[in-house]
């Protein structure tokens, strides 16, 4: 797949696709259909993909959203992504990872709530978006999680834990 040059996210891998050209963490890089996020879908192929044509990794939400609103921004404007997913995520469960500036949350990182390492991520790499250029501002976030947390006895707190991490980040 070409990447469509109004669309941008930050990098978190150390090359901008499997293989390809190097890139270090919160560089900005060409946004294509398998983002950088927290877990790095890249290597997981389907059985039928051809690597050689770019077929490589998952197929994630983040670039179609980012394509369906490039339409309503002006055309000299553009979209930086700054992906932060973690699949099984959730508020009520998981393992909590670690979190370094260098590097951004681990891989094993799976769970939500301030202070958190996926918290501490989406954070410091939106502040970095942010840096990169004045004229950037951030227009929306997109979450999609809680199905993780609704297999767990202790599904009820889920909102009060998202609800005091929006607040918290509100002011940044």
């Known amino acids: 797949m070409r990447p469509i040059r109004a669309l941008q996210q930050l990098a978190r891998r150390n090359t901008v696709t499997p293989g390809g050209e190097v890139c270090v963490f919160n560089d900005i890089i060409p946004a294509d259909h398998c983002l950088h996020d927290v877990q790095d879908m890249s290597t997981i192929n389907h059985p039928r993909a051809d ?3 770019g077929q490589y990794g998952c197929v994630g939400q983040g670039l179609h959203i980012a394509k ?3 339409p309503y921004i002006p055309n000299n404007a553009g979209i930086l992504l700054v992906p932060c997913c973690r699949g099984g995520s959730a508020f009520t469960q998981g393992t909590e990872g670690t ?7 681990s891989q094993d990182s799976a ?4 202070g958190k390492p996926l918290y501490q991520d989406l954070l410091f790499r939106t502040k970095a978006a942010l840096q990169k250029n004045p004229k950037n501002v951030l227009l929306a976030i997109c979450w999609m999680q809680g199905e993780f947390d609704m297999t767990n006895a202790s599904y009820a707190q889920q ?3 998202f609800l005091a991490m929006v607040q918290q980040f509100i002011p940044c």
């Open 68 to 70: 369906k609103l490039l």
């Open 51 to 53: 690597l050689s044509k």
């Open 99 to 105: 979190f370094s500036e260098s590097t951004g949350a």
């Open 111 to 114: 769970r939500w709530g301030v």
């Open 159 to 161: 909102p009060a834990a």
